[in-house]
Every structure is written in C-alpha cells, then in structure tokens.
C-alpha cells in the first residue's frame, strides 16, 4: 500500500492498526478505549479483572475531564476518538452541551456511529457529533469549542506544533485543553525506544519530549500551560493488567522498564486560550 492509498496520508502503522487490525478488539484493550489506564494502588495486590481493567480505562479518561475544569453545558471536542466510547462517558457524567469526536480513520468513526448510534441523534439533538479530520487540520471553525481533550492519541500525531495551533485556533477565549499521552523525559533515551517497543519501531508511536507539546501550545498563545506527570498510576498497573496475557521478556512488558529506565513516562498536559 502507498501512501496516497491511505487516507490522509496517514502512516501505514496507524492505518493498519486502527483499521483492519482493530486494535479495539483486541482483548488488552477490554472496553473499547484503546488506552493504558489510570489504576488504583489496591488493583497491584489481586489479580486484574476484566472489570478492573475497563474502570481503569475509564479513569483515565476522568483524570483528563477533570483537570479541563467544570464541563457542564460546554461544547468539547475529542481529538483522536476511536469507538468514541470516552465521548459517551463525557456525555453521562460530565453533562456538556454536546460532545464532538473527531479522529482521522474512517473505519474507527464507522465503528464508533454503531457503539454509539443511540446518542448520535436523541429526539432531534444531536449531543454527540462525529467528524472525521486530523489533529493537524481540524475540520472546524474558529472558536467553536469550550474544551478540546485528547487521551492517548498525541503519540500519533504527525505535528505536535500544528495540533497545537489548530486546537487554539478552534478554543473559544477562556476555553481550556487537557492532553494525556506518553512521551520520553529525554530525547537521549528516545533511540531505546525503538529497541525495546515494536510501536516506536514500526512507526505507530513517535518518541517526543513533553516540552514539544508544551512548547507548542505556548508558541500558539496558549497560558497557563502545565504538565504533570502521573506515570506512577499507569505503568506498574498496565504491566499488571499485561502480566496475565505476556511473558517477561515479550515486548509488551518493555514499556515498565522503560518507564523504570527513564525513557519513557505519561503525562497530562493542560492549557488555556486567553
């Protein structure tokens, strides 16, 4: 397959993974939220459950929506939204207006309009939209949102610099973004990455630092910019939940040690448009 064959563009790691692939159902990713988690302290003393590892995924995604500040009868916008099973859980307990997912591969929005086709249209309102369009080109106007929140998908994006621009550009003046993605502490360790994670190899996860992000979001005249580490929450838990599927050794279990090395941690990353 070329280049010109995939939509977008996009990078045939991505374009297989999120597409004939379909990594949502894969049983790692219980749930549909195609992310690691956020795990309690109490979830490393028994062993994972299917139930412990959606909630965890689950999770995740509140410490994202909590940390964009009150959502009530706001307009948020999901950047990389897979099923849009996080959309869903945005519209049951945060109470926004309308929630829009947008993510760039036609299959994932497809299958997200079947996991979600009873919110898609309730009684003439619309409280869910799905788009398709990249991080990079944003098919929305300006100021049309009161939040913009990504959840694991930043490791994909092809520029952090343009994503940055594009979600101030659609923020309305005291709107707010909450990033969570995993990236490296230190560009040194980024060449490690790829020895011991088949996704940094092959293209799917690209090694940046945090300050990419951050940077980028202040360059685009975003304030307030933070960036909080909460990898103590997603690694041991992920490797657990990992353990009861792969063997020591196997790649997967690489991501602990990286994190252990320095290599890698996850963060959340918050901003605000003046």
Not at 65 to 88: F, I, K, M, Q, Y
Not at 210 to 234: F, H, K, N, Q
Request: hydrophobic share 40%; glycine share 10%.
């Amino acid at each position: 397959m070329t280049q010109a064959d995939r939509p977008h563009g996009m990078r045939a790691a991505v374009h297989e993974t999120y597409g004939p692939a379909d990594l949502s159902a894969v049983p790692v990713f219980a749930g549909g939220f195609i992310n690691f988690g956020y795990w309690q302290p109490e979830d490393l003393d028994r062993p994972p459950t299917v139930e412990d590892r959606v909630r965890s995924q689950q999770d995740l995604y509140r410490q994202v929506l909590d940390s964009a500040g009150p959502l009530g009868g706001v307009r948020l916008l999901e950047v990389g939204c897979g099923l849009g099973v996080g959309c869903a859980l945005a519209l049951a307990e945060y109470g926004p207006a309308q929630v829009t997912g947008m993510d760039i591969h036609p299959q994932q929005l497809d299958r997200a309009r079947r996991a979600n086709a009873d919110l898609l249209d309730v009684g003439g309102v619309e409280r869910l939209r799905l788009a398709r369009g990249a991080a990079e080109r944003m098919p929305f106007g300006d100021a049309e949102f009161d939040c913009v929140y990504s959840v694991e998908a930043a490791q994909h994006f092809d520029d952090l610099t343009l994503f940055a621009a594009e979600t101030a550009r659609v923020l309305r003046p005291g709107g707010r973004t909450a990033i969570t993605s995993f990236f490296t502490p230190d560009p040194a360790g980024a060449p490690r990455l790829a020895e011991l994670l088949d996704t940094f190899a092959d293209g799917l996860d690209i090694a940046r630092t945090p300050s990419e992000l951050t940077d980028a979001l202040t360059w685009s005249g975003m304030v307030d910019v933070r960036c909080e580490s909460i990898g103590p929450s997603v690694w041991p838990g992920w490797d657990h939940w990992l353990s009861a599927q792969w063997k020591p050794g196997t790649w997967p279990r690489n991501f602990l040690h990286a994190w252990e090395k320095g290599f890698l941690d996850y963060y959340v990353i918050t901003a605000s448009r003046p």
